[in-house]
Every structure is written in C-alpha cells, then in structure tokens.
C-alpha cells in the first residue's frame, strides 16, 4: 500500500461533502498566506480555512523567494482583471519557532545540502528561520520593496507558535510603501 492511500480514501469523503461546490477562483476572504511547509504548520489548521477561504502557499521556512514574489505579481495582475475595483487583497507572512530550516544555519549540513542542489552557502545561510521574527520582518520588507507588485495589496507578517498554537502579528498590515531607489527587490 502506498502512503498516499489513506489521504486518496478521505478524498472520496471530501467530495462527496460537495464543499469544492462553492470555491471561487475569488478568495473568500482576500488573503494570501505564505508560510512553512513543516506538517505543523497548516493554515488551515491555525487559521481555520476552509476550501475557498484563502490562497496559500508553502514552501521550506514560508521565505519569500523570487518564485512566491512571481506569484504574488500574478495574482495581483489576475485580480486587478477579474475584479478591478474589489478590495486590496493581504499578503500575510508567516514564519513559526522550531522552524526546520534552521538546520541551514550549521555550516557542515548547509554545505552538504548546497553540494547536492548546487546552492550557493551564502543564500542557503540567508534562509534559515533561526529567529522568526526577523525573518518575517525581512520577508515583509523584500514584499513591500519589489517593483512588480501592485501597489493595491497589503502585507502583514506573523509568527506562528508551534508549542500554544497561537499566532502573534509582528508587522500589522499596511499598504505597500513607495519604492525609494535601491530598494527593489530582485527576482
């Protein structure tokens, strides 16, 4: 049997709910959820979503990478077509305490990883959520500075507490800043 099998079985219970019925393509709550891929961490466990409720994406550490800033230019563009006088949709950041990632911070296991994936130490070093609430902070920064998002969205940026299970706002939400020079982000 594979792994998969028991989730493939609750699938058949899921659809039978017919709760796929009502998702939009349109967030019900416009709200778009970075954060960490860490079985611990779902959103949908923490923030109570549902399917249509929000977007999410989960990748290692929740970090904003150049890949979720494209994706955030997609789906602000997307929404300025479908819906070009809807309200501004958040972007929220969240980083959690006990973050796997912070392996990335031991030179050695860095080294090996890098060495497999053809990394570079330095960048790897950078991904590490060793203190989340500086990484969030980062995160939301890179977000706010990068030229190719629409100035209609908000971004937040949150710690998730992996040992109460309650979430703390570090950055409460506000609209995208003005973009001084040197302060784009790259992708």
Do not use: W
């Amino acid at each position: 049997m594979a792994n998969i099998d028991p989730l493939l079985r609750r699938n058949k219970d899921f659809a039978a709910t017919g709760a796929h019925e009502k998702a939009s393509i349109i967030a019900r709550y416009p709200v778009y959820v970075i954060t960490c891929l860490d079985p611990r961490t779902d959103p949908s466990a923490f923030l109570g979503l549902e399917v249509g409720d929000a977007m999410v994406i989960r990748n290692a550490g929740g970090r904003v990478s150049p890949d979720v800033l494209k994706d955030l230019a997609y789906i602000g563009y997307l929404a300025g077509m479908l819906v070009p006088v809807g309200p501004r949709f958040e972007v929220a950041v969240v980083h959690h305490n006990e973050c796997g990632t912070h392996f990335l911070a031991d030179e050695d296991f860095r080294r090996g990883f890098a060495d497999i994936i053809g990394g570079d130490d330095a960048a790897l070093a950078a991904e590490a959520v060793t203190d989340p609430e500086q990484t969030v902070r980062f995160d939301v920064e890179l977000i706010r500075s990068a030229t190719i998002l629409p100035d209609t969205i908000t971004v937040s940026g949150h710690v998730y507490d992996v040992t109460t299970g309650l979430v703390t706002t570090v950055v409460p939400a506000a609209p995208m800043h003005a973009r001084a020079p040197g302060r784009e982000a790259e992708i």
